[in-house]
Every structure is written in C-alpha cells, then in structure tokens.
C-alpha cells in the first residue's frame, strides 16, 4: 500500500492500533521522551488528523435593533449536497451589529466541533467579518479583539477553514433566523 492510496480511516485505526500494541520504549529513550510524551504526540496527531468528513457549509448573520440593541444570531448548517443538516437561532441580549456577527461564527464553529467536523466553509454577509478574520482588516476595537481571538483560537482547530463574503441576498435564511431569534420566536 503506497502513501497515496492510504485512507485517513485506515491512518487513524492504525495510529490507534499503534499507540494501543507498540512498545515504543526505545524510541522515547532515543528522543529523551517519556512513554506518556509519546502518548500525547499520538493523541495530538489523532485530534487533528481529518476523519474524511466533507466540508460543512454553514451560513451566519447576527443582527442588532438599535446597534446596539436587542440582538440575535442565526446559523445554517449544510453538507455539500446543500442539504440543511441545522437550524439555529439564539438571542443574544443587547449587542452592536458587530459583535453579533462574531458571535454568530463562534457559535457556528463551536456547533461544527461538536459535530465532529474537521473541514469547515463559513459564508457571511458581513463583509467587516470577513475580511478581519482573513487578515484584510485589522481589529482596533476592543471589544471585537477579545471575540476576533476566540474565533481564531476555534478555527485553529480545523483542518480546514475558509470564510467568504456573500451577498446579503444569498444569506436570507440565517438573517431570518437571527431575526426570529431577537423577535422571540
């Protein structure tokens, strides 16, 4: 079996074959490593190695009345056939525009961690978000900072990420959402 024939299920029930039989003693030694280091590496290894899953597609908006004012976030949740796997609104008290938009990602990427996904497209129609979390914009409000940072920490953990801009048109349901969700229903 080459390396380019090697699936990632079979490279992770190996790993887990491995970390669970192999004496691996010798090498640690040679390392100067601990048997415990040599677990964590492994770990490690499996916490980020992709499970084969295909890309989430997960739109977002946050709203504000007022701005601030009552707020709200909407995420929808989509596989690459554009099938809605998720529907989520959540309000979020009182908040700008803004930090509604960051929190709405947030939660998005915390649902898709929670699903189990290592491969994630976020669309928004916040073009101030997206072109902070590309590293276009820089973010000179504090409040954002703070919220910009969780996101980055989160995105951190994917194996794969990107966030593009759409068209407010495009991104009707998740807007519908956040918006029911400051409406209370």
Known sequence: MTHHNVKTPVARQFLKELLRSLDIESVCHRLGLTRRDARSIIEHILQ????????LSIYV???SRGNPGP???GIVVMDSKGRILKKVKKNIG??????????????????ARSMGKTRVEVFSDSELLVRQINGEYGVRSPALRLLYERARCL???????RITHISRARNTLADELANEA???I
Do not use: K, Q
């Not at 980020?48 to 890309?55: K, Q």
């Open 71 to 73: 707020a709200g976030v």
């Open 48 to 55: 980020h190695l992709p499970e084969g899953d295909e890309p």
């Open 155 to 161: 995105i951190e953990g994917f194996c794969s990420f």
């Open 182 to 184: 400051i409406d209370g």
């Open 94 to 111: 009182t908040a700008t525009n803004n930090v509604a938009e960051y929190t709405a990602l947030i939660e998005a990427l915390r649902l």
């Open 61 to 63: 908006d946050g709203a």
